[in-house]
């Protein structure tokens, strides 16, 4: 087991666009982001992780893009981010004209095609992350995750949808076999809209659900997620305080699956 305590917040599919309101009169992902970066700042934690679809599209205006860029200069520990389905890497991608970097050092943005290692010395931390180029049945969110090769904690990042058996018809598909020969400590996922945790093999593995209500779930959640040298992974869902001030009637209905 690693010697470091070490804890996160795992965010994802805030889905910003071009609805955006002033303060005090924030659209549902406006209001999901900054309670996101609310909560990484009450619980203090060492990484802030969004795990893809921090966009709803990748046609998105310059104030979304400013707003974007407002929220992650806030967060006050290593932020790492990939793509998901909605802002994926495509040659149209919003990345080609928005550097989330501008926010400030901290951030780290995992964008090569075959994902990206990152290594957080003090924290006894490496991550993995591989975000979306092209949402398809052939792609393989899990394909290239190199094996572990130090004594710390190991964190994948990655964007597709859990299956347990079937489900070809769905893109970005992420099976147990796959997730249990990871080596992962930790997988942190996005794609799917609702809390779920899971666990194969030595790996805790979850979906934080949306922090955006309007993603049809009138819920807004985060997964905090702790790493102790005792007591391993604990996966936590999280409530987001935009919860309370949004009206369910407001919110989409629907079973919070990706889209």
């Given at each position: 087991m690693p010697a470091n305590y070490c804890h996160i917040l795992h965010t994802s599919d805030v889905h910003l666009d071009d609805k955006m309101g002033?303060?005090?009169?924030?659209s549902h992902a406006q209001r999901g982001l900054i309670d996101a970066v609310d909560k990484s700042l009450e619980l203090d934690v060492d990484l802030f992780i969004l795990a893809g679809d921090l966009f709803d599209h990748n046609r998105v205006?310059?104030?979304?893009?400013?707003f974007a860029t407002a929220q992650l200069a806030r967060v006050q520990c290593p932020v790492v981010m990939i793509t998901g389905n909605h802002d994926c890497m495509s040659e149209l991608s919003v990345y080609h004209r928005y550097d989330p970097l501008e926010a400030g050092a901290h951030i780290h943005f995992i964008k090569d095609e075959q994902g990206g290692v990152i290594e957080f010395a003090d924290l006894g931390v490496k991550v993995w992350g591989?975000?979306?180029?092209d949402h398809h049945p052939e792609n393989k969110p899990l394909e290239y995750v190199p094996p572990k090769d130090h004594d710390g904690w190991y964190i994948g990042v990655t964007h597709g949808y859990y299956v347990e058996r079937g489900a070809g018809m769905y893109s970005s598909l992420i099976t147990p076999d796959e997730i249990e020969q990871s080596s992962f400590d930790y997988?942190?996922?996005?794609?799917v809209h609702v809390f779920s945790a899971i666990k194969h093999g030595a790996t805790h593995a979850a979906y934080p659900g949306s922090p955006n209500m309007y993603q049809g779930t009138l819920e807004m959640t985060a997964a905090h997620v702790e790493f102790c040298p005792e007591n391993g992974v604990t996966v936590n869902r999280v409530e987001l305080a935009g919860h309370a001030k949004i009206e369910p009637e407001a919110a989409v209905a629907g079973a919070g699956l990706p889209f």
């Open positions: 002033d303060e005090g009169e924030e205006k310059s104030r979304c893009l400013e591989k975000g979306i180029v997988l942190a996922l996005g794609h």
